[in-house]
């Protein structure tokens, strides 16, 4: 089991920059990709990022290419999304995720999540 706890969620304004973290926790946690997803309501949690176990490889959705950078540090069981020139298309819930075996932007395919931090962007 690995577990998953996000912070750093915030009202950010419009250009401005956020990081958000993704503390994780139970099992050997650098030998899992991690993701992170965000979601608004009435609509399906899309992929944001994600990292290898070992971070040699991201992946970034079309839409946060330039913007947003994923990073971790396993000495730290943590995961890392720096946002950058946010938009107020970017308020959403963020979500971390963990898989053992897939890093890519497929949701299912991931087994730990975790609770989710607000970013509400104002203009």
Known sequence: QVQL??????????GGSLRLSCAASGRTVSEYNMGWFRQVPGKEREFVASITYSGSTTYY???????????RVNAKNTAYLQMNS????????????????????????????????QVPVSS
């Open 61 to 71: 959705a079309n839409s946060m290419k330039g913007r947003f950078t994923i990073s």
């Open 86 to 117: 946010v938009k107020t298309e970017d308020t959403a819930v963020y979500y971390c995720a963990a898989s053992s075996y897939y890093s890519g932007d497929d949701r299912s395919r991931y087994s730990y999540w975790g609770q989710g931090t």
């Open 5 to 14: 706890v996000e912070s750093g969620g915030g009202l950010v304004q419009a």
